[in-house]
């Protein structure tokens, strides 16, 4: 040991040196509160969970019924026989009703019209 005193002790003081802390790290802050039942967050206005599906993916996909593959978002979104539907009408129609359903059905996803398969509301993010 050297005959140094600790830091911030000064020799001739009343005072005691401070206390050690031990090599422990400081104390974690609290973390935010992590819903188990809501991994991507609730709904601010109804507190319903919601889905692990994005709108913006699911519309954008839909969009491709612009080049005539329409019915991609839904079957994103779980939503099969609806997908198999629409991509039959864009083939049925040569792609024109694959344009109109794509267009609609876009809006419809992203002014929160669609839920997931089980009833949840699609989340904003990617």
Request: glycine letters at 16%.
């Amino acid at each position: 040991m050297s005959d140094q005193p600790p830091y911030g002790f000064e020799p001739g003081s009343n005072m005691p040196p401070p206390p050690s802390m031990g090599g422990y790290p400081p104390p974690a802050y609290p973390g935010v509160y992590h819903d188990p039942l809501a991994p991507y967050g609730r709904h601010p206005m109804t507190g319903e969970p919601y889905s692990d599906k994005s709108k913006v993916v699911a519309a954008l996909l839909q969009l491709l019924g612009l080049v005539g593959l329409v019915g991609i978002g839904r079957i994103y979104l779980g939503n099969t026989g609806l997908g198999v539907a629409q991509l039959l009408v864009g083939l049925v129609t040569c792609g024109i009703g694959a344009v109109i359903w794509g267009i609609v059905d876009a809006v419809l996803i992203l002014t929160d019209r669609v839920r997931d398969p089980h009833g949840r509301p699609l989340r904003d993010g990617t």
